[in-house]
């Protein structure tokens, strides 16, 4: 299995993924709950969902992902969400991954999606450092 075949899987299952995410996420890092107050974590799953169908399309739509991502970035340092978050985030993240696609999950899998978020992380924090509108 392939990156683009495992996001095609995660969006065929809707927000299997992300409901779990988000239940370790928290469970991890306790903190990043307070940044969630008052916001719907069935539309934040739904959202979590598309940032990961950008990066299934990152190589082929370069400039139109990397925009969001860095959008995204900008958005989260407005809301106060610190760097130190996307530590956790990422583990929790390929853990999540992980578990959701069970045997199918390999070393290959694994390197290719480590470095899909990396990447996709960096993109953000460019948005930390400049300001980036839509």
């Known amino acids: ?12 299952e809707r927000t299997r993924l992300t409901d779990r995410f988000y239940q ?4 991890r890092c306790p903190e990043a709950r307070e940044h969630f107050s008052g916001i719907d974590l069935q539309v934040q ?5 598309m940032a990961l169908g950008a990066i299934r399309e990152h ?10 991502l860095r959008v995204l970035g900008t958005r989260h ?29 390999d070393e290959g899998l694994a390197g ?10 960096q993109l953000m924090f460019e948005g930390y450092d400049d300001s980036f509108h839509v």
């Not at 340092?77 to 069970?102: C, D, M, N």
């Not at 290719?112 to 992380?121: F, I, K, L, N, P």
């Open 112 to 121: 290719q999606w480590t470095s899909a978020v990396r990447d996709a992380v």
């Open 24 to 27: 370790r996420f928290f469970e």
């Open 45 to 49: 799953s739904v959202m979590l969902t």
């Open 77 to 105: 340092k407005r809301v106060g969400i610190p760097r130190e978050l996307y530590a956790g985030f990422l583990a929790t993240l390929l853990e999540s991954l992980q578990e959701f696609h069970g045997a199918d999950w």
């Open 59 to 68: 190589p082929e739509m370069k400039g139109a992902c990397s925009s969001y």
């Open 1 to 12: 299995m392939n990156l683009r075949e495992s996001v095609d899987r995660i969006l065929s």
